[in-house]
C-alpha cells in the first residue's frame, strides 16, 4: 500500500492542469484567464465574463452580441419542468430542488447528453447557464407560493433574474440599476475558483462520462454543504444570532466561542484553503454592499455593522492572526442578498447559478484534455486481513 500519496483534503495534491483560474492565496490574487477580478467586476458583465472563461478571451462587440442573444434565447425551461418541480414539497429547501432540477435537465433535452461530443457540451452549457436563473427564481416562487414568472428577454441576464424572483402577477419588478449592478458582480464574483470541492466534484463526476447536465447537478450537491457554497447563508445566520442576543454588546463573547476548539463554533465566512489573505472577493463585495445599503436607504443596517466590527477585532486578535484568516468571499454576500430582498436559504442557490459556468468551463477543459482519464483515487487500506465467514450461531 505504500504506492500511494495519501493526502487526506488533497492539500497538497494537484488534481488537474489548468490554464483558467489563478490563485495567489497568499496576495490574495485571483485571475480569471490573467484578468484581475477587480477590472472584471468593473469593466465586464457576468455573460463577458461567462465567455472568457468557457472560450479564454473576452468577446469583443460581435461576440459580445451573439453571445448575450444565444444565452437570452435558452432562458424558458421544458413547460414540463414546472410538474417535476411541483412534486417537491413547498418548505423544501431550494438547494434539495435545485439538485433536483438540474439533474432533471438530463431527462428533458435529449441533444445535449453526450459529454464527449463537443457540440453536445456547447449547447448543454448554453442551455445551463440561460436557465439556471430560470430554475432558481422558480424554486423561489415555488417555495412562495407565488405563480412562476416566466423570462423577460429584453432584459440583461441579472435584471431578468430579478424580474424573476420579484415580479408579481400584481405588480411588474422596475429594475434598479444599482441592484441590477450588484447581483451582476455578485455572479462574477463567484463564476470560477479552480479546484474547490464541488468544481472537483464535477469533474470526478464528469469523468465517467456521464450527461453533462448529471455532472452539473453533483457539483450543486456538493456546494450545499456550509463548508463550502452554504457558507453565506450559515453566516448571514451566525449573525443573525448574534444580533438577537444583544448584537454588536456581544461580540466579545461570540469571539470566545469561536477561539474555543470544543465550542464547535465558527466564525463562518471567515477562513480559506487557498486565500491566506485578505479575499480580493471580500473586498469587492464589502464595496457592493455600501452602495446596495445606501441605495435603498439601510446604511445603518445593523448586521452590516455587526460584520464591519467582528472584522475587526479579528484582524487584530491573534487567534485569526496567527492563523491567517481572513474574511471570504460569503462574508458580505449573504448582506447584500438580504438588503435586495432575497431570502436567506436561496443564497446558495444564486452561488450555484453563477458557479455553473465554472463548473462547465472545467468540465470542457478535462475532456479536451489529451491525457483525460476517469478519476479514480486509490486508497491506503486500513480494514481486516482477510478472513472466513463464521457461522451464523458464532457470530
Ligand atoms: N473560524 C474559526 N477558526 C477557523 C475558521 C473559522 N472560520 N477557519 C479556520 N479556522 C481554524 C481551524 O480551526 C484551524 O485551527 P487549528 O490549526 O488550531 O486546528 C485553522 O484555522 C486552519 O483551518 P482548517 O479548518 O484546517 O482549514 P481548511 O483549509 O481545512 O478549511 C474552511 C477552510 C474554509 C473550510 C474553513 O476556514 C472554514 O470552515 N471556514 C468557515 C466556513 C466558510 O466560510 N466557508 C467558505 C469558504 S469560501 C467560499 C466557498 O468555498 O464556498
Known sequence: TGMFTYDPGFLSTASCQSAITYIDGDKGELLY???????????C???DTCY????????????????????????????????????????????????GLVGAMSAFYHD??????PEHRQIAAI??????????????????????VYPRND?????????????????????NPVIERAVDRIFTLHADHEQNASTSTVRLCGSSGTNPFAAIAAGVACLWGPAHGGANEACLNMLEEIQASGGVAKV??????????????????????????????????????????????????????LAKELEKIALEDDYFVQRKLYPNVDFYSGIVQRAIGIPVNLFTGIFALARTVGWIAQLNEMISDPEYKIGRPRQLFTGSVKRDVPPLAQR
Open 155 to 175: 432584459l440583461s441576464y441579472a435584471g431578468n433574474f430579478l424580474r424573476m424572483m420579484f415580479a408579481t402577477p400584481c405588480e411588474d419588478y422596475v429594475v
Open 112 to 117: 445535449s447528453t453526450d459529454i464527449n461530443n
Open 45 to 47: 458583465d457576468y455573460l
Open 52 to 99: 472568457l472563461l468557457l472560450n479564454g478571451e473576452l468577446p469583443n462587440e460581435s461576440q459580445r452580441k451573439d453571445f448575450h442573444s444565444l444565452v437570452i434565447n435558452h432562458t424558458m425551461v421544458h413547460e414540463q419542468m414546472q410538474y417535476f418541480l411541483r412534486g417537491f414539497r413547498r418548505d423544501a429547501h431550494p438547494m434539495a430542488v435545485l439538485t
Open 33 to 43: 484567464r490573467g484578468y484581475p477580478i477587480e477590472q472584471l467586476a468593473t469593466n
Open 252 to 305: 466579545g463573547e461570540f469571539m470566545e466561542k469561536v477561539k474555543d476548539k470544543n465550542s464547535g463554533v465558527k466564525l463562518m465566512g471567515f477562513g480559506h484553503r487557498v486565500y491566506k489573505n485578505y479575499d480580493p472577493r471580500a473586498k469587492l463585495m464589502q464595496e457592493t454592499c455600501n452602495e446596495v445599503l445606501a441605495e435603498l436607504g439601510l446604511e445603518n443596517d445593523p448586521l452590516f455593522k
Open 127 to 148: 442551455r445551463l447557464i440561460a436557465k439556471m436563473p430560470t430554475l432558481v427564481a422558480m424554486a423561489y416562487k415555488y417555495g412562495m407560493g407565488q405563480p412562476f
